[in-house]
């Protein structure tokens, strides 16, 4: 099992940026595929993008493609998810979670994971 702790998050303008961290403990996240989510208030958790352990690859959602960035420090244990251009529409409470390695699509869907951590709220606004 692996502990995860997101920190990060914050008021932003639109157009502006942050990152965000995903740091582990417990186990090495580098075993992991490790997720980012995202869920805004009324609607289901949506998956935002992974760095996967199987291929060393990052995959997104089409939504945040080329606005967001995924990387990992292993020797910090942390996975990094670095926001650009936000819209008010990337509002939303972010998570960090790791799930068995590999790297199909599905790997954007909440159920693969297996720990989540508690969350990070990013606000999008004026």
């Known amino acids: 099992q692996v502990q995860l702790v997101e920190s990060g998050g914050g008021l932003v303008q639109p157009g502006g940026s942050l990152r965000l961290s995903c740091v582990g403990s417990?186990?090495?996240?580098?075993?992991?595929?490790v997720g980012w989510f995202r869920q805004a208030p009324g609607k289901e958790r949506e998956g935002v993008g992974f760095?996967?352990?199987?291929?060393?690859?990052?995959y997104y959602a089409d939504s945040v493609k080329g606005r967001f960035t995924i990387s990992r420090d292993d020797a910090k244990n942390t996975v990094y998810l670095q926001m650009g251009s936000l819209k008010p529409e990337d509002t939303a409470v972010y998570y960090c979670?790791?799930?068995?390695?590999?790297?199909?699509?599905?790997?954007?869907?909440?159920?693969?994971?297996?720990?989540w951590g508690q969350g990070t709220q990013v606000t999008v606004s004026s």
């Open positions: 979670a790791s799930g068995p390695s590999g790297s199909g699509s599905y790997y954007l869907l909440p159920e693969i994971y297996d720990d």
């Open positions: 417990g186990d090495t996240l580098a075993k992991w595929t």
């Open positions: 760095s996967s352990s199987e291929d060393g690859r990052e």
